[in-house]
Nanobody
Framework: QVQLVESGGGLVQAGRSLKVSCAAS????????MNWYRQAPGKERELVAN????????TYADSVKGRFTISRDNHKNTVDLQMNDLKSDDTAVYYC?????????WGEGTLVIVSS
């Protein structure tokens, strides 16, 4: 079955960097667009970044452009989100997401807390 397992969250000071990772299994990873979403307390889940199947093209939410970088490794079936210059507004649970065979799959999320 499809599994998405996030890791790498934690507590970090504002201005510092953190990388969250997602390990995927149960589907043809190299053929699947991968997404990172986040949900802050009291807010709706929002798309942070996504990356095409080859890792060539990525799109970002305006709020993270220039600070976050999404990347993937199609040999290891992983997708990473490198987050630099973190701000308190980046505090959220970060979710890995993939749309596979007509179904939207989510990981359980990893919590990132940015202290000011």
């Amino acid at each position: 079955q499809v599994q998405l397992v996030e890791s790498g969250g934690g507590l970090v000071q504002a201005g510092r960097s953190l990388k969250v990772s997602c390990a995927a299994s149960g589907f043809t990873f190299w053929q699947t667009i991968m997404n990172w979403y986040r949900q802050a307390p009291g807010k709706e889940r929002e798309l942070v970044a996504n990356i095409d199947t080859r890792g060539t093209y990525a799109t970002y939410a305006d709020s993270v452009k220039g600070r976050f970088t999404i990347s993937r490794d199609n040999h290891k079936n992983t997708v990473d989100l490198q987050m630099n210059d973190l701000k308190s507004d980046d505090t959220a649970v970060y979710y890995c997401n993939a749309y596979v065979r007509g179904t939207n799959y989510w990981g359980e999320g990893t919590l990132v807390i940015v202290s000011s």
